[in-house]
């Protein structure tokens, strides 16, 4: 170990991470002749070949792509380390990165607590991810996250945040046209608004009952089914703070309300990244408010929140 240089394992990762030694010397501020010299002195040191390189292409040896996927993780934890230790613990400054559920629940719960936070501490800049993807926020880049559902991890920091409730909804004059839906079976004979899942899991207690949707349309966006629900297109199932305020208005009615589910929405951050002091100050910031800001979704529906806001400027 000790003939083996941390300059040598950074320069090893950019040329894996950009693919060549061109593109990693245009981002490191390594020259590409330097980045050969380490990636090959590692190598000796190491006693095996990372890399397979020839004329037209680079790309990693298994047991390269081993040794990346570990000193990856590793670099993490020793740069949130130096950055823990050189941090002012009375002076918010600084990158947050967080990944979250898009929607209403993001775009209108979150991104408002989010833009008064940095109102608030304008030396933090948060960079707020929608995308859908599942992050394994240990080799990820990512300090923060807010995941709707189970956590099977339980080596990361979790705080709860607020339970969704899942329901199903119909427009009225649908349910007026078609038979009483006493239980989930009688939803396998009608029409069906889903997104990208095209199997339903309907709980009540410890009773599971599968639906397979095969009639009806299928849109990947929660505010297009809506609206098909509310053009009488058939049944949907959607989170509570896309349909709670057509409830209350009757412009949807419920259907199935002891099937209705509840989904947990939580913050994850990985233990290190939790001793960061902005991070923690950010988690405690949303669960202060975030039910506060959920209730008000609820109360106004899917857009208002951004409708009344361009109204008052």
């Excluded at 941390?6 to 390594?30: C, D, K, N, P, Q």
């Excluded at 800049?125 to 859908?132: A, E, G, I, P």
Aim: net charge neutral.
């Amino acid at each position: 170990m000790n003939n083996i240089s941390w300059r040598g394992i950074r320069a090893f990762l950019y040329v894996a991470e950009h693919g060549g030694f061109t593109a990693a010397a245009e981002v490191s501020g390594f020259s590409k002749a330097n980045l050969s010299q380490l990636v090959t002195e590692l190598e000796a040191a190491l006693s095996v070949q990372l890399l397979y390189r020839t004329t037209r292409q680079l790309r990693l040896t298994e047991i390269g792509q081993g040794y990346y996927e570990r000193c990856k993780i590793a670099m993490q934890q020793l740069d949130s380390a130096a950055e823990w230790a050189s941090q002012s613990t009375d002076e918010l400054r600084g990158e947050i990165r967080m990944n979250a559920v898009g929607g209403p629940v993001g775009e209108e719960v979150l991104a408002p607590l989010i833009i008064e936070f940095q109102r608030q501490h304008p030396g933090i800049r948060v960079d707020l991810d929608f995308s859908s993807i599942h992050v394994d926020l240990i080799a990820s880049h990512y300090d923060l996250v807010m995941r709707m559902g189970e956590l099977p991890d339980s080596t990361l920091i979790a705080r709860r945040l607020h339970s969704v409730t899942t329901r199903y909804v119909a427009s009225p004059e649908f349910v007026a046209e078609n038979h009483e839906i006493a239980g989930p079976d009688d939803l396998k004979s009608l029409p069906l608004i889903r997104g990208s899942v095209d199997t339903w899991t309907l709980s009540k207690g410890k009773t599971r009952k599968t639906v397979h949707v095969a009639e009806g349309i299928k849109v990947t966006s929660g505010r297009v089914m809506r609206q098909a629900a509310l053009a009488g297109l058939g049944v949907t199932r959607l989170a509570d703070v896309y349909v709670q305020a057509d409830l209350q208005q009757g412009r949807l009615t419920e259907v199935l309300p002891a099937w209705s589910e509840e989904t947990q929405l939580t913050l994850v951050c990985p233990p290190l990244r939790h001793q960061l002091h902005r991070v923690r100050v950010l988690m405690e910031w949303l669960k202060a408010h975030f039910a506060e800001r959920y209730q008000q979704a609820l109360a106004e529906g899917p857009g208002q929140h951004f409708k009344s806001n361009l109204g008052a400027s």
